[in-house]
């Protein structure tokens, strides 16, 4: 028997004797130093290799770790083992062993060995929309595209780089790029008006489920206009990220910010607002579902033009068992102005990078 083996029995048997014993719940405290400490150590950093025979123990005094990732995936690994979202066999299952209330209380615990509250906590980063801005800073690449259904012949795609810089921060860059139907030309590829941006959460609380972020981005003039590929001038886009849990695994989403162009000339400042409502269906212990309807619309500054509405029912699906690759997609349906303006299909490819490389954790 190894030292691995013999841990994970003897952790077992520490918290199955006691509770047959005692008959009631342990606090999250008791339960972590009897089932976690012996590989997690007292204080959260790891016991040394001497001891557990285990390479590699995450540290849970580091805040960038044991605060991104929501409470149902830490509860999955510890009731399930580490294999449930393709992590190290190491991490033994629990859930024989100990209650819900239990698991859940030793994971409270086990938050609070991260010494700051500046960040926010990952039970606060919502299912990513497909347009609306998500108020949690994180480290994601994100590779969207949209599709003409009807009408003049479109797809155009952008990259989006987001990587977090702080407890609270975000830089992102943004690259368009695709494939236009040029009336007179035919179809022609394109690159689109690059956007460097940041992001800082200004409050999170998850005791209300609420957080609230600023954020801003510069669009440069790296796209013609002539074929449809940009607006011909830098644009400054400033905006307000706004998230909250609601009762039974819902919550909501809104941004609201305006496009500001250098040259009025060449290109309208407009004000938009996007909200967005979703549910969280969880799959047992495997697949994430999250069904949203979002609805956007903007309105131009200048002249008395009607203000465009569309509604995008989607779905978002984890694909990776470490749900850090996830697949969404929908339909941009307008609601007004349809002899002008066409649905469009919209879906995005998403890899968490935090978590590990793109092939890692299937």
Not at 174 to 190: A, K, L, N, Q, S
Not at 262 to 275: D, G, K, N
Not at 308 to 334: E, F, K, N, Y
Request: some cysteine; glycine content about 10%.
């Amino acid at each position: 028997m190894t030292a691995r083996h013999l841990l994970t029995l003897l952790s077992l048997l520490v918290l199955v004797v006691p509770a047959l014993a005692q008959g009631a719940p342990r606090s999250g405290a008791e339960v972590y130093r009897q089932a976690c400490a012996s590989c997690h150590a007292s204080d959260g950093r790891g016991a040394p290799r001497q001891v557990t025979g285990i390479e590699a123990i995450p540290d849970f005094t580091v805040c960038a770790f044991v605060t991104r990732e929501p409470n149902p995936d830490w509860y999955a690994v510890a009731h399930e083992g580490g294999p449930v979202r393709a992590f190290a066999q190491t991490m033994p299952a629990f859930g024989g062993a100990l209650s819900e209330a239990e698991i859940k209380g030793a994971l409270d615990h086990i938050r609070a060995f991260c010494p700051s509250k500046h960040w926010p906590r990952g039970d606060l980063n919502f299912p990513r929309p497909l347009f609306t801005e998500k108020a949690f800073p994180e480290d994601e690449a994100v590779l969207s595209t949209r599709v003409a259904s009807k009408g003049q012949g479109e797809v155009m795609s952008k990259l989006v780089f987001e990587k977090r810089v702080s407890a609270r921060g975000q830089l992102e860059l943004i690259v368009p790029f695709g494939f236009r139907d040029v009336e007179g030309t035919g179809w022609r590829p394109g690159l689109g008006d690059i956007a460097l941006g940041t992001k800082w959460a200004l409050l999170h609380s998850l005791r209300t489920g609420t957080i609230l972020s600023l954020a801003g981005e510069v669009i440069l003039p790296t796209g013609r206009k002539d074929q449809g590929f940009g607006k011909g001038t830098t644009v400054f886009e400033p905006f307000l990220s706004f998230g909250q849990i609601l009762p039974g695994h819902t919550f909501l989403q809104l941004q609201v910010g305006a496009e500001i162009p250098t040259q009025t000339s060449v290109a309208e400042p407009e004000l938009f607002w996007r909200a967005v409502v979703g549910i969280s269906l969880h799959q047992g212990f495997g697949r994430l579902w999250a069904p949203m309807i979002e609805l956007l619309a903007a309105r131009e500054l200048e002249g008395d033009k009607p203000i465009p509405w569309d509604l995008v029912p989607q779905l978002q699906v984890t694909l990776s068992r470490r749900h850090h690759v996830r697949l969404a997609g929908g339909v941009q349906i307008p609601l007004n102005e349809t002899e002008t303006r066409k649905p469009q299909v919209v879906f995005y490819l998403l890899w968490d990078t935090f978590d590990g490389t793109f092939f890692a954790g299937w």
